[in-house]
């Protein structure tokens, strides 16, 4: 089996994207197959290398449920062999995937006529905690599928030689991102929106950043969470993570969030490897 070899495993709950994910990535040619038992994965991958496969991706999710619980070993077994492997998990929160069971008149696949979608999505979080621990996991909750091809993409870009930082900016009417490992809330800080020359732009444009470059309350801010990454992410890069997802929260996800997370990815891609998402933006499109 050739050390070179590109392995990524997709999971995640049923209708948070994952047909979309694994089109995403056939597109960055990857050899793509779904819904493997894990007991499989070792010769599948063997084979797919062999056959002169480099770049390989692999659905594992809840309808090989009986075969769950020995995935992390034959998971392990090969990141012994030194491939590059990598977990994603893809999630939504209750209400949207509710929405879209019911928009798609399809039936869950653990409700079998006895669950409702609520009772499955529930079994199926239970069933799949162990892979969400393993993996980078994205919330989909808000995203269209153009915006998550590109959340794949980017995950896809990135090195992973080194522990790199996801700067999310979202809104908390839309909901709390559930792949965040850091939340800090934003509402507290003066807000663009009442200006009405302000409040079509986002924090992206130079008349909403110098708007807030102007308050002393978001520079102290800034400096707040600027201190307490750089202290802490020491202890990430000890503990052997590969993303660390910092989620910054205003009202809408329109200026204030934005402004911060664009202000942090400047500051650290100087020496770190730096994705930035603004999750409410394509609403805007």
Sequence with gaps: MHRNQQLV????????GKSVALRALEDLGFYCLDNLPAPLLPQAVSMLDRDGYPKVAIGIDARSAHN??????????LMDLGLDVRMIYLEANN????????????????????????????????????????????????????????????FIDSDRAKLTLIFESFGFKHGLPLDADFVFDARCLPNPYYDPV??????????????????PTVGSYFTHIL????????????????????????????????????????????????????REQHHRA
């Design 9 to 16: 495993i997709l999971s995640g709950l049923s209708g948070a």
């Design 68 to 77: 769950l619980a020995t995935f992390p070993d034959h998971l392990a077994a």
């Design 95 to 154: 209400e949207v995937l509710v929405k879209r069971y019911s928009e798609s008149r399809r039936s869950h696949p653990l409700s079998k006529g006895e669950l409702t979608v609520t009772e499955s999505v529930a079994l199926e979080r239970e069933m799949l905690e162990t892979i969400r621990e393993m993996s980078h996991a994205m919330d989909t909750s808000g995203l269209s599928a153009a915006q998550l091809r590109v959340w794949v993409r980017d």
């Design 198 to 215: 302000l409040r079509p732009l986002t924090g992206m444009d130079q008349p909403v950043a110098d708007f807030l470059m102007r308050q």
């Design 227 to 278: 201190g307490f990454l750089e202290r802490w992410l020491p202890e990430f890069e000890r503990d052997q993570r590969s993303y660390v997802t910092v989620a910054i929260g205003c009202t809408g996800g329109q200026h204030r969030s934005v402004y911060l997370a664009e202000e942090l990815r400047r500051h650290f891609a100087r020496n770190r490897q730096v994705l930035v998402r603004h």
